[in-house]
């Protein structure tokens, strides 16, 4: 069964925001650690922020950190990526992915086009 959907990807200008979300099932949800990745044309995948039940803290890569903002809903179960001052660079396909007991990420979605351009 699928676990990880994400959405609320789309094209957006240079400066823009966008916020994506990733519907999880409810073991799904109760990952240790959640988070979000990127994969751009031609690159490896790379972190972009993550989310640990540990304390409730977060983490960001250091060109996330400032401009987007990782939540976990504990209503609609889902996490989200609030990303402000979007840049060329941001463009990639975005994925949501769960660490069950927070070694591995075993669970992945299937990803979500954001596309940023002048």
């Known amino acids: 069964q699928v676990q990880l959907v994400e959405s609320g990807g789309r094209w957006v200008q240079t400066g823009g925001s966008l916020r994506l979300s990733c519907a999880a099932s409810g073991r799904t949800f109760n990952s240790v650690v959640m988070a979000w990745f990127r994969q751009a044309p031609g690159k490896e995948r790379e972190f972009v922020a993550s989310h640990s039940w540990i304390g409730n803290t977060t983490s960001y890569s250091d060109s996330a950190r400032g401009r987007f903002t990782i939540s976990r809903d504990f209503t609609k179960h889902t996490l989200n990526l609030q990303m402000n001052d979007l840049k060329g660079d941001d463009t990639a396909v975005y994925y949501c992915?769960?660490?069950?007991?927070?070694?591995?990420?075993?669970?992945w979605g299937q990803g979500t086009q954001v596309t940023v351009s002048s």
């Open positions: 992915a769960a660490s069950p007991v927070g070694n591995e990420f075993d669970l």
